[in-house]
């Protein structure tokens, strides 16, 4: 399957310059995952990588669920509050704390379904253990966390702004050139 992985991997749409060693990591987990095929663009190769994440934290979460909302029907709104994580992340780094992730979550979640402080909190937790650190995308350690790598983060703040109010995306293309958007 070598071969054939390779053949794949040079007609993907990319800038050859672009191409690393976690692109080529990203392409052969997804040629693994989606019956030994790969999308024809970066940004699909990264949608796939993500979905492909967050569908396997699920499945581990189905062999022991603790919780009623977090299923495979909530995979649009989990892939959402990722998003809206790598853009929250994107504009401070600085915030690396557990803590502030589980509160960034919550704020999420009451924004789309309103609920009691302490039933959002808990959602928020089992989302951060479960979804985001279940899947690989996000990294606890000792309180504190971080991104698997910079570009899954880059990811979904780009698919946050291309799906967010016009406003925010003006904003961003100002501070586009700070250093918190070069990897």
Same mark, same amino acid.
């Given at each position: 399957?070598? /071969?054939?992985?390779?053949?794949?991997?040079? *007609?993907? /749409? #990319? $800038?050859?310059?672009?191409? /690393?060693?976690? #692109?080529?990591?990203?392409?052969?987990?997804?040629?693994k995952e989606n019956l030994r095929t790969l999308p024809k663009t970066r940004a699909e190769l990264y949608e796939l990588f993500v979905?492909?994440?967050?569908?396997?934290?699920?499945?581990?979460?189905? +062999?022991? =669920?603790?919780?009623?909302?977090?299923?495979?029907? $909530?995979? $649009?709104?989990?892939?959402?509050? #990722?998003?809206?994580?790598?853009?929250? *992340?994107?504009?401070? =780094?600085?915030?690396?704390?557990?803590?502030?992730?589980v509160e960034w979550v919550q704020s999420s979640l009451e924004k789309i379904e309103p609920m009691p402080s302490r039933q959002g909190?808990?959602?928020?937790?089992?989302?951060?253990? !479960?979804?985001? @650190?279940?899947?690989?995308?996000?990294? &606890?350690?000792?309180?504190?966390?971080?991104?698997?790598?910079? !570009?899954?983060? %880059?990811?979904? @703040?780009?698919?946050?702004?291309?799906?967010? =109010?016009?406003?925010?995306?003006?904003?961003? &293309? +100002?501070?586009? %050139?700070?250093?918190?958007?070069?990897?």
């Amino acid at each position: 399957h070598a /071969t054939e992985f390779v053949e794949q991997f040079r *007609s993907v /749409t #990319l $800038d050859r310059s672009a191409i /690393t060693p976690l #692109l080529a990591l990203i392409a052969l987990c997804v040629y693994k995952e989606n019956l030994r095929t790969l999308p024809k663009t970066r940004a699909e190769l990264y949608e796939l990588f993500v979905d492909n994440a967050v569908l396997r934290a699920l499945r581990r979460r189905g +062999e022991n =669920p603790s919780s009623e909302w977090i299923n495979q029907d $909530d995979r $649009d709104l989990l892939l959402e509050i #990722l998003s809206q994580i790598g853009l929250l *992340s994107a504009r401070n =780094p600085e915030q690396d704390r557990t803590e502030e992730l589980v509160e960034w979550v919550q704020s999420s979640l009451e924004k789309i379904e309103p609920m009691p402080s302490r039933q959002g909190l808990k959602r928020a937790r089992e989302f951060v253990q !479960s979804v985001a @650190a279940g899947s690989g995308l996000i990294v &606890l350690d000792k309180g504190q966390w971080h991104w698997w790598h910079a !570009s899954v983060r %880059d990811y979904f @703040a780009a698919c946050a702004l291309a799906n967010g =109010p016009q406003d925010s995306q003006l904003l961003s &293309l +100002e501070l586009f %050139d700070t250093s918190i958007w070069k990897e």
